[in-house]
């Protein structure tokens, strides 16, 4: 069971005092430029503008964050683990890169490694909703533990409860644990402060037996811990049905 995937400060934003520095590292320019192909959804150019940048400076803790970014939405699950397992080296205080490790080893099937990254990341921002719903999911992807799923999703809903996808990570792992009648509520709160979303649509009617779970199949279009674009949130993960 594999997810798909809101909240300030997931955007790969330099710091304040950036583009003065710029002028004494161009490196921080160049992972600027490449993160903005990659916010205009151009990953390949991206990841072409940015492989030099590392080459030049694997010290680059953001431009490794980016770079793994940009390999999970290409698809390139273990470069993207790798660039990963860098950025946790070069900046062990930042939640993002054992979050996107996480979601990366998930994808492998390395369940064990995945939960024990997700929840290094919520040791590290425990304040923040995203980290709990990638425990959640990569709970439910080994498919166990899923009483300790229900509870981080639950956790991740009181931390934002504005945001849709909590609600619908919560209901998946109480279909999970057989609750159907919580499931089918929290999945049409989720439906309520996001109506047009097709896959909490889809789990609902399966849910209520109008329809039929389908194999899973990728749906693009939300971008690793990207920024919010024509009004929809941001999510950190990709849905899935």
Do not use: C
Request: hydrophobic residues 45%; without cysteine; charged residues 25%.
């Amino acid at each position: 069971m594999t997810e798909l995937a809101p909240s300030p400060g997931f955007n790969l934003t330099l710091p304040a005092d950036a583009a003065a520095r710029s002028f004494v590292d161009p490196s921080e320019s160049a992972v600027a430029r490449a993160a903005a192909l990659f916010e205009d959804m151009q990953p390949d150019q991206a990841a072409e503008a940015l492989a030099p940048v590392l080459a030049s400076r694997p010290d680059s803790a953001a431009g490794w964050i980016l770079m793994a970014r940009i390999r999970l939405t290409l698809d390139q699950v273990q470069p993207a683990l790798d660039a990963a397992t860098r950025a946790v080296e070069l900046a062990p205080e930042d939640p993002r890169p054992p979050a996107i490790a996480s979601r990366a080893l998930t994808l492998l099937g390395r369940h064990d490694e995945a939960m024990s990254m997700a929840y290094r990341a919520v040791i590290v921002e425990p304040k923040n909703p995203l980290w709990h719903d990638r425990v959640a999911w990569a709970l439910m992807a080994a498919d166990r533990q899923l009483g300790d799923a229900e509870q981080a999703a639950r956790t991740a809903v009181s931390l934002d409860p504005n945001e849709a996808h909590f609600y619908f990570t919560h209901g998946v792992t109480l279909a999970a644990l057989g609750h159907v009648d919580q499931a089918r509520q929290a999945l049409l709160t989720s439906l309520r402060l996001e109506p047009e979303n097709p896959v909490a649509r889809h789990r609902l009617d399966v849910l209520n037996g109008t329809a039929v779970p389908v194999p899973e199949k990728k749906k693009r279009g939300w971008r690793l811990f990207g920024r919010k674009s024509a009004g929809k949130p941001v999510r950190p993960e990709e849905f899935r049905p």
